[in-house]
């Protein structure tokens, strides 16, 4: 559990100032598009924003998040980035959800997660990937990962259905 804790604090604080993830100069790369895939507007006082993550080569314990992508209730729906190619790598997502409220004269916004996801794999060199978190009712969501090319679910690939390390994962 304590794993989890650390990925959620990184997440929740990568919202506010973020690192951008970026390919070392002279790697070899494959393409990533991230997709928007959270419910807008769920309840009065909320919006919602998701965020994609590099979350480094595979190995938990040594993560470090680096902000990929992040989309809002406005601005567009996907964003194509490069990412390292030949290793193993860790994709984390995460709906961030945000509850306004007025007291008191004062305005407060307060975040917490929805739900969260990372995919780990190897990213083919050249190819390209589809990536999108899809939240299916508030707090519930799957991950959807594929090669663009074949259409399908990159071998070896594991999904996870959290970004805790210890959770149980599905291919």
């Given at each position: 559990?304590?794993?989890?804790?650390?990925?959620?604090?990184?997440?929740?604080?990568?919202?506010?100032?973020?690192?951008?993830?970026?390919?070392?100069?002279?790697?070899?790369?494959?393409?990533?598009?991230?997709?928007?895939?959270?419910?807008?507007?769920?309840?009065?006082?909320?919006?919602?924003?998701?965020?994609?993550?590099?979350?480094?080569?595979?190995?938990?314990?040594?993560?470090?998040?680096?902000?990929?992508?992040?989309?809002?209730?406005?601005?567009?729906?996907?964003?194509?980035?490069?990412?390292?190619?030949?290793?193993?790598?860790?994709?984390?997502?995460?709906?961030?959800?945000?509850?306004?409220s007025s007291t008191a004269g004062q305005i407060q916004t307060n975040q917490s997660i929805g739900c969260s996801s990372r995919v780990t794999f190897t990213p083919v060199i050249g190819?390209?990937?589809?990536?999108?978190?899809?939240?299916?009712?508030?707090?519930?969501?799957?991950?959807?990962?594929?090669?663009?090319?074949?259409?399908?679910?990159?071998?070896?690939?594991?999904?996870?259905?959290?970004?805790?390390?210890?959770?149980?994962?599905?291919?």
């Amino acid at each position: 559990m304590h794993n989890l804790s650390i990925f959620l604090l990184a997440a929740i604080g990568l919202s506010a100032c973020a690192t951008g993830y970026q390919v070392p100069k002279g790697a070899d790369v494959a393409n990533v598009t991230f997709e928007k895939g959270y419910l807008d507007g769920l309840g009065f006082g909320k919006s919602s924003a998701q965020q994609y993550n590099f979350l480094g080569d595979g190995k938990c314990a040594a993560a470090v998040a680096e902000n990929i992508a992040n989309f809002t209730w406005t601005g567009p729906k996907s964003k194509t980035e490069p990412v390292i190619a030949g290793k193993p790598v860790t994709l984390g997502a995460v709906n961030l959800n945000y509850d306004v409220s007025s007291t008191a004269g004062q305005i407060q916004t307060n975040q917490s997660i929805g739900c969260s996801s990372r995919v780990t794999f190897t990213p083919v060199i050249g190819e390209s990937y589809r990536m999108k978190l899809i939240e299916t009712s508030a707090g519930e969501c799957k991950l959807e990962f594929a090669n663009l090319r074949t259409g399908k679910f990159p071998d070896g690939a594991i999904i996870n259905k959290e970004l805790d390390c210890s959770a149980e994962t599905e291919s």
